[in-house]
T-cell receptor
């Protein structure tokens, strides 16, 4: 079966660092994505990992361990605008038209 | 960057009517488009995979006769919700994969369509 788990909600304060974890069990693995989604809007791409290790992009970093079926998204210097839902998504078996499998999302609330 | 548009952005209709939602890739060709549905505070649930020139592949539990998908060209896919009922009210999002993309399987999302069935 396919399963992606992430915490439902997290809270943090402005300027802090927060780590959102994601564990996955899928039939095959061909990459993991993190998306940000504000309420009522479409998801926007944050990061993509296909090899083990850390990918850094500005205030956001994403880590992947394929052997552990584990990823995290690290947000530094939190800002109020970072309050959103963060979606972990995996591409499992590669075949034509393979869709992303989404976790349920983590709602992050940033307070001042 | 790659842009995907959806039309309409919001639609309110009466129960029993049909609603068509368009998804367009504006600056790239998309052999594959995906349709998702999202209920409030829930994640995206894949409804179907739309392949240009062939029948859509529906996920388990999604009624193909109720949610008609047509992918007539490399830049357009449509989702028609037939005989809509209040329980069909949801946020519908499409995404498209760039046919020219190699290993990187990034999907580009449309802005979504908010459907409210009265």
């Amino acid at each position: 079966g396919q399963n992606i788990d992430q915490p439902t909600e997290m809270t943090a304060t402005e300027g802090a660092i927060v780590q959102i974890n994601c564990t996955y069990q899928t039939s095959g693995f061909n990459g993991l994505f993190w998306y940000q989604q504000h309420a009522g809007e479409a998801p926007t791409f944050l990061s993509y990992n296909v090899l083990d290790g850390l990918e850094e992009k500005g205030r956001f970093s994403s880590f992947l361990s394929r052997s552990k079926g584990y990823s995290y998204l690290l947000l530094k210097e939190l800002q109020m605008k970072d309050s959103a839902s963060y979606l972990c998504a995996v591409i499992g078996v590669r075949r034509a038209g393979t869709a992303l499998i989404f976790g349920k999302g983590t709602t992050l609330s940033v307070s001042s | 960057g790659a842009v995907v548009s959806q039309h309409p952005s919001r639609v309110i209709c009466k129960s029993g009517t049909s609603v068509k939602i368009e998804c367009r890739s504006l600056d790239f060709q998309a052999t594959t488009m995906f349709w998702y549905r999202q209920f409030p505070k829930k994640s995206l649930m894949l409804m179907a995979t739309s392949n240009e020139g062939s029948k859509a592949t529906y996920e388990q539990g999604v009624e193909k006769d109720k949610f008609l998908i047509n992918h007539a060209s490399l830049t357009l896919s449509t989702l028609t919700v037939t005989s809509a009922h209040p329980e069909d009210s949801s946020f519908y999002i499409c995404s498209a994969r760039d046919a020219g993309t190699g290993i990187f399987d990034e999907q580009f999302f449309g802005p979504g369509t908010r459907l409210t069935v009265l």
